[in-house]
């Protein structure tokens, strides 16, 4: 490890000026490519996130393959509920199913309080055995669930269509909804202070169900206990991230959020997100992951748009704006990372920025 | 039928002053109802939307059981996939499926042009027959997919995870995918218009799907086509509605489409929603779906808070932000309606304003 080193991805979420836009992608460890299948072959999903050489093997998986310019733990969101002591099973095709889902608020006290140590000991090995095999090349992303999202999993149980048992707790029963996200918000805190510790050089907070909210619950719900976690695990040189999906329509008051970087799906335009979000935090995204089934060339084209869309500066971190798809070629992938790195120049070299395409 | 008779539903749509703010509910006519599922126990859905006479009655059901403000016809979208000569079947549990999804744009030729008349004249029809049982008590709204979404099914299938059919399109082939929204645009245009000729008092266009598209995109593949059909369907007196979900981000582009009124889902704060589209459309919406779970008092609350949020004055139609779902207590359905009724009157009394909640 060379803590000294200075890394393009942590300095973009610090909005320093860069020569080029880092880039990685969300989900970057996973089935689109061969060498994870071939391991996702002899073991199922849930000994593999638990087993840190299986963590650490998997996470640098893209570094190694595509030179991304950050690896991001190789994880699941649902080890939280699990360590709460949650039932967790994983099915082929279904996903992950929470067996015994919070249904009643008369459950919640039965609901453990998360020691990262002994707990989760597995994640926070993986992360020392991948800083320990990465040296510095590139920095390593911890990353937990967002209280709104992991409750969605625990009182829902898995997928859902509807979400209407969450739903039912919003507008029937607020209080024992709050009273779950504090005891979700406390594991996590623990959790990301205890990724840090282990080595985690930058936390990202996944918010995937914080669309399904109305505007003021998405207030009341999700964003005032991110911003609570966020003032709590604040590490000087960590960056925090807070990845929302479907939040486009909340843009002002994703401004309040409090991370240093927000990251935005593909629905949101980069310029319009940096007029109201640039003055205070960097940008993370926001390819459609479905732009990848195009041709090489066309990806290389989308990537300038996005690139000109954010425009000239430092504070981007470019990625997709939701996870790779399992189908996607490899190649394709690599034309991703491939065009951030050669298109991306132009827009931090301030001599050339007057001839900006 | 009395033509001179003046509808709040017609007003507020034209941003007209009304006495109260007109509701309805999307899919208002849907098995939430016992006695439409009276009728759906012994008809398969597809046999219910083609006979005229099912048309009918199911249509009128919520206006008999709520009194709501306006009757929307009891339909299905893909009733012009179908016309276009597309094979669809019904399946329990999974909706409805397009058999031969197109996939090469070498089918696109032999999708035939939609004749209205002959093609779909149980929908006239059943038209018909609403308008001389509802004797003009409340208007009919006639509706049809539009052109992007409309698309969506047609390349996918049916229901789909990623939309990975239709986005390969749109990312690589972007040029087929024109070729199929002409010819879909210009059956939704004849569809639209025989629906009026028929005795539809309103149009609403439906955009399921409009959110699953990029900022770009939805100009280019969604919004375009919906302007184009919104001139050319253009009737004095007829307000043309357009809904599309999961648009929150693009408020100022939607403020284009042409719309009379445009409606919003619930993730849409209409306070802001009435800054960047009110000086030029009516809002229709938006209250989440999920939220008639809660007990009727919160019920009441909650609608007090959206019409709140609209403000004082005309040009806001209550609905709800999507489809009533199955599983909503009728009472519920009825707490909604009552309180948009009871509760709206103070904010369209303009020597009241002053003391507005």
Redesign the interface.
């Known amino acids: 490890m060379k803590p000294e080193e200075r890394h393009l991805f942590i300095e973009a979420c610090f909005r320093r000026p860069v020569e080029r836009t880092p880039v990685w992608m969300m989900r970057q460890a996973g089935r689109y490519l061969p060498e994870y299948r071939a391991i996702r072959e002899k073991y199922d999903f849930i000994t593999m996130y638990k087993t840190p050489e299986l963590v650490a093997e998997v996470t640098l998986q893209p570094v190694h393959r595509l030179q991304v310019d950050a690896a991001i733990l190789f994880s699941d969101i649902l080890v939280i509920p699990e360590a709460m002591g949650m039932a967790l099973e994983f099915r082929e095709r279904q996903g992950p199913v929470l067996l015994e889902p919070i249904r009643q608020v008369g459950q919640i006290p039965s609901l453990k309080p998360v020691e990262p140590e002994t707990d989760l000991n597995f994640v926070l090995e993986g992360i020392r055995l991948v800083r320990r095999e990465l040296e510095g090349r590139v920095p390593l992303i911890g990353f937990s669930g967002a209280p709104w999202t992991l409750a969605t999993y625990m009182i829902e149980g898995g997928a859902s269509r ?3 048992h969450i ?2 707790w ?3 029963q607020p209080d024992a909804l709050h009273q779950l996200l504090e005891r979700i918000s406390d594991a996590v805190v623990a959790y990301c202070r205890a990724q840090i510790a282990a080595g985690a050089q930058a936390i990202q907070l996944f918010d995937s169900w914080a ?1 399904i ?5 998405f207030e009341a719900f999700a964003l005032r206990y991110v911003r609570k976690i966020i003032q709590e695990i604040r590490t000087p040189g960590v960056p925090i991230i807070y990845f929302a999906r ?1 939040v ?4 002002p008051r994703l401004a309040t959020c409090g991370a240093d970087v927000v990251g935005l799906d ?4 980069l310029r ?1 997100a940096r007029q109201i979000l640039g003055p205070r935090m960097a940008l993370q995204g926001n390819l ?4 990848l ?3 090489p060339p ?1 990806i290389r084209q ?1 990537v300038r ?1 996005m690139l000109k869309r954010y425009g000239a500066g430092s504070g981007h971190v470019a990625n997709l ?1 939701h996870g790779i ?1 399992p ?1 996607v070629p490899v190649e394709h992938a690599r034309a991703f990372i491939e065009a951030v790195k050669t298109e991306s120049p132009v827009f931090h070299n301030t001599s050339e920025t007057e001839r900006l395409p």
Chains 1, 2 share one sequence.
Do not use: H, I, M, S
Not at 213 to 217: E, M, P, Y
Not at 266 to 269: E, G, L
Not at 288 to 291: G, K, L, M, Q, V
């Open positions: 509807n979400f209407g739903k039912r919003r507008f029937g669309g909210l109305d505007a003021a619950g479907g486009g329509a909340w843009l593909w629905q949101v335009d319009t459609d992951p479905t732009a089934y195009a041709p066309v989308l748009e704006g798809l189908d």
